[in-house]
């Protein structure tokens, strides 16, 4: 059954150091969205993206994130300068289209931990 | 935000008892999905009820909607310690509530 993946599934870095993570979302979709939960609180929504554009995002996601399908299997999410408070679990997900009736499928996280 | 809130906040049952799960949400959906995660894991898609439906039944899951009162609800049979886990509902747009912890206890 095709699947979401995620790597790494745990990144440590240092406090103001870039990190990418990475997302192959499932190969015939054509939404991709980024979620993070900050440990012990609900999911939260950062973005969504279709057709080589932001379609979407939230509050958190400032000039610090950026996404990018960089070729037609990957989807990345940047933060340029962590902070502490980037500490979090974040979820890749992936759908066949926006439309409401159908789910997304999401991968099995990236925990990453700012030190 | 179309964000689901789930009650109870923790529920703890046997192992074979039923466990049920409420949600309620604020603004109009197309559709409303159950999802599971396992403590520090991924998300797991249980079961999707779309507006014009009122109840849905997926193995032990049954999941019902009303749409006039903005609410559904989770209920899983005879409950197993593999249960564990905190569930979530979702309409519309993807925004999630705290979610409902559950303990199967064997």
């Known amino acids: 059954e095709p699947e979401v993946t995620q790597t790494p599934s745990h990144q440590v870095t240092q406090m103001g150091q870039e990190v990418i993570l990475r997302c192959v979302p499932i190969?015939?979709?054509?939404?991709f969205y980024w979620y993070r939960q900050i440990l012990g609180q609900k999911v939260e929504f950062l973005v969504s993206?279709?057709?080589?554009?932001?379609?979407?995002k939230s509050e958190i996601f400032d000039d610090q994130f950026s996404v990018e399908r960089p070729d037609g299997s990957n989807f990345t999410l940047k933060i340029r300068s962590t902070k502490l408070e980037d500490s979090a679990m974040y979820f890749c997900?992936?759908?066949?289209?926006?439309?409401?009736?159908?789910?997304?499928?999401f991968g099995p996280g990236t925990r990453l931990t700012v030190l | 935000s179309q964000q689901g809130e789930e009650d109870p906040q923790a529920l703890s049952i046997q192992e074979g008892e039923n466990a049920t799960m409420n949600c309620s949400y604020k603004t109009s959906i197309n559709n409303l999905q159950w999802y599971r995660q396992n403590s520090g894991r991924g998300l797991v898609h249980l079961i999707l009820i779309r507006s014009n439906e009122r109840e849905k039944h997926s193995g032990r899951l049954r999941v019902t909607l009303d749409t006039s009162k903005k609410s559904s609800s989770l209920l899983i049979t005879a409950s197993r310690a593999a249960d564990t886990a905190s569930y979530f509902c979702?309409?519309?747009?993807?925004?999630f509530g705290q979610g409902t912890i559950l303990t199967v206890h064997p």
């Open positions: 190969s015939n979709h054509l939404y």
């Open positions: 979702v309409g519309g747009k993807l925004t």
């Open positions: 997900a992936s759908r066949t289209d926006a439309q409401d009736y159908n789910e997304q499928f």
């Open positions: 993206f279709y057709n080589n554009e932001i379609s979407e």
